[in-house]
């Protein structure tokens, strides 16, 4: 009994029974169970039918019909599984160290037609244009050995929310108002904090981090961040800062906000990057990658960030800007703000910036092994349902190699064979 326990599919078991406990219904437990399990099996197509057929090749009809049911139409809480989903993978993955930081980012899924949820022509990362797609926002807790998506929520263009009819046709929730892609991800932090998940520093690409309201609502929340900002972006240099309030002459209102002047005024970062001295700059070497140690040259300095501090009281607080300047450039490529503690070393800063490399890996894994963009329905409920299951899927194969030094494939699930002939909707004939 104790060698059974130990292994991985005694695990996949109880793992089952402890997502099934979130839906609500005990007859869910076994499209839970099929759908997962499809997941996970090798095969070029995750979409309901083929899964449906590698499952149960017998009776394909009867079990494509019940597991389209779970994933489209049966009324449970994605967010409920995926919190469960999301301990289960957090209790093996903080074996390794904890929680280092909240990872905001979003996902492109290109898609063809205009008739599924949310599809619209938009940048799409994984193609790096714009096109026809879906994009994702999601939230990912990372330490420096592992990583899982913890919050997974669609964007939905403005021209999607201001049209009732598709947003009918496609079970998009009454009331639904337009969030930018920054909005839909503090709202998910702050899910997360208060769900007493671990506090840590947010961590976000430039989309986000030049969005002064992003980093405000961050620190609004309590929570310190490292993101990445534009060249262009401004900031108060060492040493410098807004002039206080005009006193007040006796007659009139009282002066209340910052002032700057024609001597005194925010740079933008690539201005100030480029007036540093050489030796400001140093080499630092933060992780083993695919050609070697990574490295490059960079600098920090305490500066206060300057967007419109005309219309404030009070200067904003002193904060790390961390700049790249890889050898061979003509220039800086990468800054970055952060609020966290000012006894970071260099090392740390650096560290935690690179740490965002880790999810690019999860999405790859889940859309190419387990097929999180391949969901053929148009509705929100199942778009949603999918999402939650791939990662639910992801998290287990997450906890697994959580559990071993050097991690391995999972390959305790086999698939039945094919019935002879089969071919699902929509796929392409030998010509």
């Known amino acids: 009994m104790a060698e059974k326990k130990s292994s991985a ?6 793992y089952i029974e402890k997502l099934g406990r979130s839906l609500g219904h005990a007859d869910r437990i076994e499209p839970l169970r099929a759908y997962m399990t499809g997941l ?69 899924m290109p898609k063809k037609g205009t008739h599924s949820v949310g599809v619209s022509r938009q940048y799409c990362g994984e193609l790096g244009k714009q096109d026809n797609c879906q994009v994702v926002v999601t939230v990912s807790a990372a330490n420096p050995t592992m990583s899982i998506p913890c919050a997974y929520r669609l964007y939905l263009p403005e021209v999607w929310v201001k049209d009732p009819q598709r947003c009918a046709a496609t079970g998009i929730p009454s009331g639904t108002v337009f969030q930018t892609k920054w909005e839909i991800a503090i709202e998910a932090l702050r899910r997360i904090i208060e769900d007493g998940l671990p506090a840590a520093p947010v961590t976000a690409d430039a989309g986000y981090g030049a969005v002064t309201p992003f980093r405000e609502a961050v620190s609004a929340l309590g929570l310190s961040y490292m993101v990445g900002i534009s060249n262009q972006t401004t900031v108060w ?29 925010p740079v933008s970062v690539r201005t100030l990057a480029l007036k540093l001295s050489v030796k400001c700059w140093r080499t630092v070497r933060w992780r083993e990658g695919t050609r070697g140690m990574m490295q490059s040259r960079f600098t920090s300095l305490r500066v206060r960030a300057a967007h419109r501090d005309e219309g404030r009281r009070e200067p904003r607080p002193r904060e790390w800007l961390l700049i790249e300047w890889p050898r061979g450039e003509k220039e800086p490529t990468k800054y970055w703000l952060s609020t966290v503690p ?44 999918h999402g939650a299951l791939c990662i639910a899927a992801y998290a287990f194969l997450a906890a697994e190699r959580a559990r071993l030094s050097p991690p391995e494939a999972i390959a305790f699930l086999k698939p039945a064979a094919l019935p002879e002939g089969f071919r699902p909707r929509g796929s392409t004939r030998a010509s």
């Open 9 to 14: 599919s005694y695990r996949f078991s109880q």
């Open 342 to 385: 000012e006894a970071a070393s260099l090392q740390d800063l650096v560290e935690l910036s690179s740490i965002r490399w880790r999810i690019e890996r999860d999405f790859q894994e889940m859309k190419g092994e387990l097929g999180l963009g391949q969901y053929e329905g148009r509705n929100w409920l199942g778009f949603h349902h």
């Open 40 to 108: 996970l099996l090798p095969g070029e197509r995750k979409s309901v039918e083929p899964m449906a057929a590698r499952i149960d090749p017998r009776r394909v009809s009867a079990r494509h019909q019940s597991m389209h049911h779970f994933v489209a139409s049966a009324q449970w809480d994605a967010e409920a599984l995926l919190g469960v989903a999301r301990e289960y993978a957090l209790e093996q993955i903080e074996r390794h160290g904890p929680v280092a930081t909240w990872i905001v980012d979003d996902t492109g």
């Open 237 to 265: 240099p060492p040493g410098r800062e807004p002039f206080p309030p005009r006193p007040w002459s006796g007659r009139g209102r009282h002066s209340i906000n910052l002032r700057r002047s024609s001597c005194n005024r």
